[in-house]
Nanobody
Framework: QVQLVESGGGLVQPGGSLRLSCAAS????????MFWYRQAPGKEREMVAS????????TYADSVKGRFTISRDNGKKTVYLQMNSLKPEDTAVYYC???????WGQGTQVTVSS
């Protein structure tokens, strides 16, 4: 079955960086666009970034443009989210999602605090 496993979250100071990973299995990874979402306490889940199946096209929420970069390695069946210049408002649980269907990972906590 479809499985998505996120990793790489943690506690980081404002201005710091983290790299999230999402390892996929159970489907032909290279055929699907992938997404990163996040959900902060008391807020709705929001899309952070997306990447096309071959990695040629990516989109970003305005709040993270210029700071976050989504990428993928189809050979490793993994999608990444490089997060730089982190701000306290980036604190959230980050989830990866596959296109076409409600397939989500379990999430990884990112906390930005001094």
């Amino acid at each position: 079955q479809v499985q998505l496993v996120e990793s790489g979250g943690g506690l980081v100071q404002p201005g710091g960086s983290l790299r999230l990973s999402c390892a996929a299995s159970g489907f032909t990874f290279s055929s699907y666009s992938m997404f990163w979402y996040r959900q902060a306490p008391g807020k709705e889940r929001e899309m952070v970034a997306s990447i096309s199946s071959r990695g040629g096209t990516s989109t970003y929420a305005d709040s993270v443009k210029g700071r976050f970069t989504i990428s993928r390695d189809n050979g490793k069946k993994t999608v990444y989210l490089q997060m730089n210049s982190l701000k306290p408002e980036d604190t959230a649980v980050y989830y990866c999602k596959r296109n076409l269907g409600e397939f989500w990972g379990q999430g990884t906590q990112v906390t930005v605090s001094s």
